[in-house]
């Protein structure tokens, strides 16, 4: 490994004539290792440094580059009030950066809004193909919560994945390491590697696969092909920027990856009216067709979303045959298939919706990713992206023989409400409220679920966290003691999660954390709880130190009267429409989602905080539906009939062409007009038959 030379000699070295003969400046005044491979190759010719590079910043210099580390760099001057999400192409060699954004429940990120719009996807492909490529934050977009609730976030509420811009994981400022890596891999590509890539438009697709290579996550060969490497927001960490510049100093002409460009041959096509149901002019569902990102919303209610992708336009500057790849991103591969022959230049996909996903970082996601890569021998190229958005607010339901059997429009906030992170102190008062035993229905329930060495174990736990939690408390406000306050803050969160981890008990398989949830679960799956202890809970309501305890299990009982999952007696039962034994999958579901409001706010109101209002979902994509469709089969043919339409304690038949029945599934059957009501609900209504024309004569 080369040793940096002393300043002077590398000042020297940046005064030798270049090959051009021209006295040339460093690519970069930076003093680190990477800052000195650069300076070293550009002087001896072998790396093209940034004259043909533009930066460009669109915040106000909110979280500006500094520029003055780049001497070769070119600066774009744009107007003052020039600010946002780019908008216009540059016709040189661009790299930007953005800090700006909304909250997730107004706009959101800048490249949620990019995201939103079919013209938007569309301008990213443009840049994306044009040598442009922006850097901009997430902002409540990716992050651990539901609801803006419990740790502030929203889960993952990107619609698409896209190799057309990289979004930093957090806010202003986390944008500076990408741009800092970018320019300098662009600086380390070989002069006859840059100029070939700026000539055919391919800078930013190679950019971005040395990029995802070199991610610190990326251990193996394999990992490539997988959501380690391309994640729909990246941590700014796991920059490996020195590899990034060696990984582009070795690239010759000969080693540069291809550029997959797909295509959209056939695809499953939905009805408004028929197979989802919205407002006239909704938000459409196709939501990106470009040569390197396609994304659809799965709002349909089709069994399976098929589409016919062909690749045969994927550009390769390297004279050697390709092998083309399919890879799951995220997602469960249950519901995500993909068919190929060998050596064919077409794909087939059939994706069916799929129930939300945990990540690796603990960010819930609605979101199913496919990337085709192509390999040609001697680099792989950065995945073109396949993406399909389950709304957040829906749950799909399927029978066992993969038919649609229901699908609920606005379900519940599935998040129970735990400590968000393993170094939370919250986490020693949920060990505490899980191992008292005292005569109250709490206790009563863990006895029943928990084993005593269970029990007994997560006491133990406690015990030992509470010195230190007391410690931490004690001077956890001391303005004087802030340095103090936070080494016991470390300590304390290293000391729950290292607990977290240990088996409750001699001889468990289970962690502390898994027992906790076990438990959770347990209670949240007992369809009939809240039934057999109406009385205990309402009166546990009331004495709930949540001020609006009773009226959120009541919202929640009155959300399932009008759906036609519960029905209240005369002397105020609640009791279940059905028979217990014959619960649909969807109507248990619906009491799961009664049993964690009443966890968080009943059972566990001390320790666990969650949002009890259905899960959130962006109005701009979906106009809230408080009902449920119940599908219905042949019996004989299997074919479907229709549904039944369970809203405002009412059932209404549609037949299978999405026409109102309303004198039940024999009878004549009516168009329907989907419209707003007075509380911003979608409802419907029969559609007028048009008057007959009728011609007179004198």
């Given at each position: 490994m080369l040793t940096p030379p002393t300043a002077c000699l590398r000042l020297l070295a940046f005064l030798t004539l270049g090959l051009a003969g021209v006295a040339a400046q460093p690519v970069t005044t930076r003093t680190d290792k990477v800052a000195w491979l650069l300076n070293d190759w550009f002087a001896k010719g072998t790396a093209a440094g940034l004259q043909a590079i533009t930066y460009e910043n669109r915040d106000g210099q909110h979280s500006p580059l500094n520029t003055a580390q780049y001497p070769q760099l070119q600066v774009y001057k744009g107007a003052e009030n020039d600010k946002g999400a780019a908008t216009h192409l540059r016709s040189q060699p661009t790299l930007g950066n953005c800090s700006m954004a909304s909250a997730a429940t107004q706009l959101g990120s800048l490249p949620r809004i990019y995201m939103m719009d079919p013209g938007g996807n569309r301008f990213l492909a443009q840049q994306y193909l044009s040598n442009n490529l922006f850097i901009y934050p997430e902002h409540q977009d990716y992050d651990i919560g539901a609801n803006g609730f419990n740790g502030g976030g929203y889960g993952d509420l990107l619609l698409l994945n896209t190799p057309c811009l990289l979004i930093s994981q957090g806010s202003s400022f986390t944008d500076q390491p990408f741009l800092q890596a970018l320019l300098s891999t662009a600086a380390a590509l070989p002069p006859d590697t840059q100029k070939l890539l700026i000539e055919k438009r391919m800078l930013m697709p190679t950019l971005q696969s040395i990029f995802r290579r070199s991610n610190k996550v990326v251990q193996t060969p394999e990992d490539y092909f997988s959501g380690k490497a391309h994640p729909p927001v990246f941590d700014g960490a796991q920059i490996d920027e020195e590899k990034m510049v060696r990984l582009a100093h070795d690239m010759t002409p000969a080693k540069i990856p291809p550029l997959v460009l797909l295509r959209v041959i056939e695809e499953s096509k939905i009805e408004p009216g028929k197979n989802f149901f919205e407002l006239a002019g909704s938000h459409p569902w196709q939501l990106s067709d470009t040569p390197v990102s396609i994304a659809r919303i799965l709002r349909g209610n089709e069994a399976e979303h098929t589409m016919l992708i062909g690749f045969d336009k994927t550009v390769n500057l390297v004279k050697a045959p390709l092998?083309?790849?399919?890879?799951?991103?995220?997602?469960?591969?249950?519901?995500?298939?993909?068919?190929?022959?060998?050596g064919g230049d077409v794909m087939r996909l059939r994706v069916r919706w799929a129930p939300p996903i945990t990540t690796g970082t603990g960010i819930r996601s609605h979101r199913i990713d496919i990337g085709i890569f192509a390999d040609n021998g001697s680099s792989i190229s950065t995945p073109a992206i396949i993406s399909f958005y389950m709304l957040p607010n829906e749950m799909h339901f399927y029978d066992e023989k993969g038919r649609v059997s229901e699908i609920q429009y606005q379900t519940h906030n599935p998040d129970f409400g735990l400590p968000v992170t393993d170094t939370d102190p919250r986490w020693v008062k949920v060990l505490l409220a899980f191992s008292l035993k005292d005569p109250n229905l709490r206790s009563r329930l863990l006895d029943q679920i928990l084993s005593p060495a269970e029990r007994s174990g997560l006491q133990q736990h406690y015990l030992a966290l509470k010195p230190q939690l007391d410690a931490f408390s004690a001077i956890e406000f001391a303005d004087k003691r802030k340095d103090e306050a936070a080494r016991l803050r470390a300590k304390l969160g290293e000391a729950i999660s290292a607990a977290l981890k240990q088996p409750v008990a001699e001889k468990s398989d289970l962690t502390v954390r898994a027992t906790i949830e076990k438990v959770l679960n347990a209670i949240a799956n007992f369809h009939p709880f809240y039934f057999g202890s109406q009385r205990e809970l309402d009166a546990l309501a009331s004495a709930s130190p949540k001020s609006t305890a009773v009226a959120d299990v009541r919202?929640?009982?009155?959300?399932?009267?009008?759906?036609?999952?519960?029905?209240?007696?005369?002397?105020?039962?609640?009791?279940?429409?059905?028979?217990?034994?014959?619960?649909?999958?969807?109507?248990?579901?619906?009491?799961?989602?009664?049993?964690?409001?009443?966890?968080?706010?009943?059972?566990?109101?001390?320790?666990?905080?969650?949002?009890?209002?259905?899960?959130?979902?962006?109005?701009?994509?979906?106009?809230?539906?408080?009902?449920?469709?119940?599908?219905?089969?042949?019996?004989?043919?299997?074919?479907?009939?229709?549904?039944?339409?369970?809203?405002?304690?009412r059932i209404a038949n549609f037949d299978a062409e999405g026409r109102l029945l309303p004198d039940g599934p024999q009878g004549k059957s009516i168009p329907v007009l989907y419209l707003m009501n007075e509380k911003g609900m979608l409802t419907w209504r029969p559609q007028p038959e048009p008057t007959p024309v009728t011609s007179s004569s004198k």
């Open positions: 092998q083309m790849r399919a890879a799951l991103l995220q997602g469960d591969p249950r519901f995500a298939h993909v068919e190929s022959e060998p919202a929640e009982l009155h959300r399932l009267i009008l759906q036609g999952v519960l029905v209240e007696q005369a002397s105020g039962q609640i009791d279940t429409m059905s028979p217990p034994e014959k619960l649909s999958l969807g109507e248990r579901y619906m009491l799961r989602g009664l049993n964690i409001t009443l966890l968080s706010q009943v059972l566990f109101p001390d320790v666990l905080e969650r949002s009890t209002d259905p899960a959130y979902v962006s109005p701009r994509l979906t106009t809230l539906k408080q009902w449920r469709d119940v599908y219905r089969y042949d019996p004989t043919s299997g074919e479907l009939q229709g549904w039944i339409r369970y809203a405002d304690s």
